[in-house]
């Protein structure tokens, strides 16, 4: 096994931390937003749909130096999770794990925890009803 670590591509653990650290923030924001719904009124908990926006969004942010292309491509994915958000009453997650990713992408691992924290509890503590 040792002699087919060359194979893998230099930077490969970083983004391989990067998703899961998304696929963490999603889970539980996930399941704080699906929590007090009835079984058959909820969601998945991981949306694999959000989950690979949000991590192409991580990956372009990164990799794109251009402080310009990357306010357009951010403002871009926040307007279009907004208008998809539209759909769940105006309070889906779509907008925070955009924001989350965004974090995440540009290496504010901080900002982006305490993000997802606030984010699990407003939709932890709120009612239902007003989703």
Known sequence: ???????????????IVLLIQLLVALALIGWAYNRGFRAMERGPIVRLPLLTVAFGLALFVRNVHSELWQTLVVAAAVIIAGFFGRNDGGRGIGVPMM????????????????????AFLVYFLSPVSKR
Do not use: E, F, N
């Open 1 to 15: 096994m040792g002699q087919l670590w060359h194979l893998i591509p230099a930077g490969t653990g970083d983004i």
């Open 99 to 118: 924001l989350i990713a965004t974090l995440l992408g540009l290496g504010y691992v901080l900002s982006a925890s305490i993000l997802a924290l606030v």
